[in-house]
């Protein structure tokens, strides 16, 4: 016979356990992005990823930018993004961001249009278009 | 049970306030960013704080002076909570049921809870909307009159924000969350601006909000730390349900 108390005691410490293996996990990853903007004195931007089967739409939060100096480029399957930062912190660090974002499928490097506006860089990149084949319905 | 895990520590009299706002850490750090600008510019006073033992050992240093990170401030009939970390998950829901019992204990009418709506197309926004939900039908229809912005109508709402207004539900006590239109993933100051004038409008105070928008890029830098752990925050409360619509009840 199952001891239901004994089953539900244990399922609870195991979901305990991987909450504490998340909670490690994220905390080493935002003392990692700390660790490697105040080593390297520049600043992490945020940034989200959407995609879809045609497209990827990069949004990267880049205030106190002039359009005309990001440097944005396609190196094979990965994004790179740099421009100054024209803002001064209270700190007096971080003066220019920089981040690197890997796409895992391939894309058309002919096909990405961007724009910036109130401090957010949002840029489109095509997918790579896979053939298709119609399947008959029988 | 929650009294045991929930210490509120401060010194606001019976009566010394009628409406608490609540600006904690969620999309766009919208409550975090207007109740912030909020005390400033009202020049409410640090009048006490909140403590759990389901907090992290944590202090804010500023002007060598130790504050602790969930703090209540008060000046003439409003009183304002605001917290320098997301709210974590396991306190949610002691955090909601001891911030009822201590309104009601203290004679608080009304909680205004300020936070952002996720909108996907924020960046094609200029002037995003406000809009409210309340705990009962007669508060909600005060709200949206008083300050003209529109009803929260269909959708979900998860986090602090939402057992809040559950628990005024339940307990018949207003609880009123407004929501502007917000980047999901940003600190969003022009989001807090439009959160402002709306409270602007409710309080009939009058804020300007051009020094907030004039240092907005500066915040956004600044709170990227805070928002990259409220991201992380949000995630776990499964915030992107927000974007989804219920299904049709019948």
Known sequence: ??????????????????????????????????????????????????????????????????????????????????????IKLPSGRGNC?????????????????????????????????????????? | MDQDLINIVEDLPKGGARILLEGFPDVGLVGFISVSYMIEKLEMKEIGYIDSELLP??????????????????????????????????????????????????????????????????????????????????????LTHKIGIEKFDEGYLTGFKAELLKEGAKRNFNVALLLAQAHFNYPDPGAAAQMILSLSKLFDRKIDVTPLLKSAEMLKVQMRDLMRRTNENLIRLQKSKEMEVPPVYV
């Open chain 1, 1 to 86: 016979m199952v001891n239901l108390s004994l089953w539900r005691k244990r399922f609870f410490s195991r979901i305990r356990e991987i909450e504490e293996e998340i909670d490690r996990a994220t905390e080493e990853l935002f003392r990692e992005i700390k660790e490697e903007e105040l080593r390297r004195n520049y600043i992490i931007p945020l940034y989200n990823i959407r995609e879809n089967e045609r497209e990827y739409i990069i949004s990267i939060d880049i205030p106190g930018v002039n359009k005309e100096d990001i440097n944005l480029e396609l190196q094979k399957d990965k994004l790179i993004l740099e421009g100054p930062c024209n």
């Open chain 1, 97 to 138: 961001y920089k981040l690197a974002i890997e796409l895992t499928e391939p894309i058309e490097p002919e096909k990405v249009r961007a724009r910036y506006k109130n401090g957010v860089l949002e840029i489109s990149i095509l997918k790579k278009a896979e053939e298709r084949r119609k399947i008959r319905i029988e």
């Open chain 2, 57 to 142: 050992p944590l202090v804010v240093i500023n002007d060598s002076k130790v504050r602790n990170i969930i703090r209540l401030y008060h000046k003439d009939d409003i009183a304002a909570l605001i917290s320098e970390i997301p709210i974590p998950l396991p306190l949610i829901r002691p955090l909601g049921n001891s911030l009822i019992d201590w309104c009601k204990g203290k004679e608080i009418k009304e909680v205004i809870s300020i936070s952002g709506i996720a909108e996907p197309n924020r960046l094609d926004i200029d002037v995003p909307k406000v809009l409210a939900i309340a705990s009962n039908k007669d508060f909600l229809d005060y």
